[in-house]
């Protein structure tokens, strides 16, 4: 494994006191970043396979089957938003209230059980999405995840 060579900004930095422990915690932020982009990708992937699989539906005339994965489709799409744009916790360098690194894995654990949720319902569209108990499935995991993403927000909003 290589080293990566710091820069004149990075040498500055840690001769500020603390700074060393806000450039971790700013390294988790964007770490915690990359995972619900990478889980919205999903989500939209997704909404993607059941538009697909919703066309199959009205060639052969399944009206029924079809709205059941249009109300699926829809909770998909407003789960996507939520993922999306949740709140991160995010604490300037100045802050008198800073997340400390065990409230950011914290956030990552919460994160991490959504991200079970999301690949389930990845899952499920992809294998088993003719039957219509998975429209059923994909809605639960979905409000399941909405309960993910309040728990976690209110988690966040403790220290702001």
Do not use: P
């Not at 249009?70 to 100045?94: D, P």
């Amino acid at each position: 494994m290589t080293t990566r060579r710091t820069n004149l900004f990075e040498r500055i930095g840690n001769m500020i006191r603390g700074y060393k422990g806000y450039s971790l915690r700013d390294e988790k932020r964007n770490t915690d970043k990359k995972l619900r982009d990478e889980l919205s990708g999903i989500i939209q992937q997704s909404e993607k396979t059941v538009i697909t699989h919703q066309q199959q539906l009205l060639k052969t005339g399944e009206m029924q089957l079809c709205q059941e994965w249009e109300i699926a489709r829809k909770s998909l799409n407003t789960i996507f938003s939520k993922i999306k744009n949740a709140t991160y916790g995010e604490s300037s360098f100045f802050s008198d209230q800073q997340l400390k690194e065990t409230e950011l894995d914290e956030i990552y654990k919460i994160d991490l059980e959504m991200s079970e949720r999301v690949h389930l319902i990845l899952k499920t569209v992809d294998a088993e999405i003719n039957e219509k108990m998975s429209a059923n499935f994909v809605n639960q995991q979905v409000r399941e995840i909405d309960s993910i993403l309040i728990k976690r927000t209110n988690f966040i909003n403790q220290f702001k």
